[in-house]
């Protein structure tokens, strides 16, 4: 049984001659501790899909099933970074994650939430910013929060949407690097919303593309056959990175061209630019 299901899901919001449909005939099985990133256009619904799954709207159609049960809301098990920190800026760092894991477990005494909040936020990094709040930090220092505190809380699934999106290259890269060392730990199951194709192919087993809508559906799924850990700095002479690459863009510009072609439409591509990732890191 796939740890988390979609079952013909879709998404329409209004009704009649302003209906917007969204998502339609979405299928996705994804298996406990497998790392599935989704690459998509820009608006072609990536934030609804994370949304569904999240259980923060529900379909117009379809089921959506976590370890076997119909996804009615969100739950502590399926752990959310968004692109956007969602960082509360009156408290500070250890605060911020101190009442996530204190609403995710409310059984615990003080001392305890403490010791796991020094944990997480060791883990990325940051514990000499601990006392800080969010105006203190950089824009890859609060993402570091948003990780630790998405993990702090335990959740059995990691559900990522575009999380590195805003940061510049280098804060991008190491930050790759970390979500992967945390992730190896235990291999929680982790789905990754991305415009990033690269960033795809580098951290997931499998990348699926999302074509845009209006009736959005995901594509065929593209596996990614290199082994882990894997090299930044070698994945560029890398023939089986070449080539799913090379697969995945074709695809994603074929699809392109047909809706833009269908619809008079212009839409953002996902980030095709060749790119060096020695360059870069």
């Known amino acids: 049984m796939a740890y988390l299901e979609l079952n013909n899901v879709s998404k329409t919001y209004g009704k009649g001659a302003s209906a917007s449909h969204v998502l339609s ?7 406990e ?13 990536k934030t609804t899909l994370v949304n569904l799954i999240n259980g923060l709207i529900t379909p117009t159609k379809g ?11 969100t739950s502590h098990e399926r752990g959310v970074i968004f692109q956007n920190y969602s960082l509360l800026p009156w408290l500070t760092v250890g605060q911020n994650i101190y009442i996530a894991v204190k609403e995710a477990f409310p059984k ?3 001392q305890e939430i403490n010791t796991m909040v020094s944990k ?3 883990m990325v990094n940051l514990t000499p910013a601990l006392n800080k709040r969010p105006k203190e930090l950089s824009g890859g220092m609060r993402q570091r929060v948003a990780v630790a505190r998405a993990l702090a809380m335990k959740p059995e699934m990691i559900v990522m949407d ?7 290259a280098l804060t991008r890269g ?9 992730w190896g730990q235990d291999k929680r199951t982790a789905l990754l919303i991305t415009n990033d194709v690269d960033e795809g192919i580098y951290m997931a087993d499998r990348i699926i593309p999302l074509c845009p809508g209006p009736n959005a559906t995901l594509g065929p799924e593209f596996k990614i056959n290199i082994e ?3 090299d930044k700095t070698e994945l560029n002479d890398n023939p089986e990175f070449k080539h799913t690459r090379n697969a995945i863009i074709e695809y994603l510009m074929d699809i392109g061209d047909k809706r833009k072609s269908a619809s008079k439409k212009e839409y953002i591509l996902p980030n095709l630019e060749p790119k060096s990732f020695i360059s870069q890191f």
């Open 25 to 31: 005939n979405i299928n996705l099985s994804i298996n």
């Open 33 to 45: 501790g497998e790392f599935v990133a989704i690459v998509g256009f820009t608006g072609s619904g």
């Open 63 to 73: 089921d959506i099933l976590f370890k076997g049960k119909p996804v009615t809301g």
């Open 108 to 110: 615990l005494k003080k």
């Open 120 to 122: 997480y936020v060791a």
């Open 162 to 168: 575009e999380p590195l999106g805003a940061l510049d």
């Open 174 to 182: 190491n930050l790759q690097d970390e979500i992967l060392k945390i």
């Open 228 to 230: 882990r850990p894997r």
